[in-house]
């Protein structure tokens, strides 16, 4: 990243940090549910990301990134299954569960590596190529994006490829500075910062009630989950 662009990602986490610090409170104090604390962090998100003056080449109906490999925090994994229990209705959070599992399933025997280079469709893709859960989707799904969908299109039929997708500096910055404002204060407040891989997450987060009490006490939130970066992103 040049000089601008760090600039532009701590003044960013500098803005952040004061907000997503009182939010992060009130979820731990039970005063604020997950989902409700994070549809107020991606909508500054949003927000801020709308400033950027590049076209983005993502479009409804494209789903090339639905199938990638993706962290997500903790309280992201809450919110997403918030939402499910909530907002989906009991055919459709079946359907969801049942996709969870059989994705839990298939990258157990993969390597990190081997799961990043192989396209598993999203367990909240719909058949119809949407994202059932766009609302409270994670903040690496927020972050990702591409000023070329060619990119994107190769890149998901031959997932070797060496191809990149073409990004924007400025997006990229921004949306740095809400991913190191949030890790900053959720370590802040001794709770879980890691990062784990979503499907194995959620899965264990919709069958075991215990995982929120271990997030707020700094514990691994899914011990069961061997995909994870514990750093929370700070150390890449």
């Not at 701590?10 to 979820?27: D, T």
């Not at 994994?77 to 599992?101: C, H, M, P, S, Y």
């Not at 999203?122 to 070329?148: E, K, M, Q």
């Amino acid at each position: 990243m040049n000089e601008a662009g760090t600039q532009l990602t701590m003044a960013q986490i500098e803005a952040e940090r004061p907000v997503v610090r009182q939010e992060l409170h009130g979820v731990g104090k039970g005063v604020l549910k997950p989902m409700a604390a994070l549809t107020r962090f991606y909508k500054r998100m949003d927000t801020a990301l709308a400033r950027v003056p590049e076209k983005l080449a993502c479009d409804g109906g494209c789903s090339y990134c639905c199938h990638y490999h993706v962290y997500v925090t903790a309280l992201e994994v809450f919110g997403l299954a918030e939402f499910i229990n909530t907002q989906l209705d009991e055919e459709v959070r079946e359907q969801v569960k049942n996709k969870l599992l059989g994705n839990v399933q298939r990258v157990s025997t993969l390597s990190v590596d081997e799961h990043i280079k192989t396209n598993v469709a999203c367990a909240l893709l719909s058949d119809a190529g949407r994202c059932l859960a766009y609302p409270i989707r994670p903040s690496a799904c927020h972050r990702h994006h591409s000023l070329n969908a060619k990119a994107c299109e190769v890149t998901f039929n031959d997932p070797l490829s060496s191809m990149q997708n073409i990004l924007s500096a400025q997006h990229q910055a921004i949306a740095d500075g809400f991913f190191a404002a949030a890790a900053i204060e959720t370590a802040h407040m001794s709770a879980d910062f890691a990062r784990y891989e979503m499907n194995s997450a959620l899965n264990e987060a919709l069958t075991n009630p215990a995982c929120f009490k271990r997030w707020k006490a700094g514990k691994a939130s899914f011990p069961s989950v061997r995909d994870r970066d514990a750093t929370g992103g700070m150390g890449s």
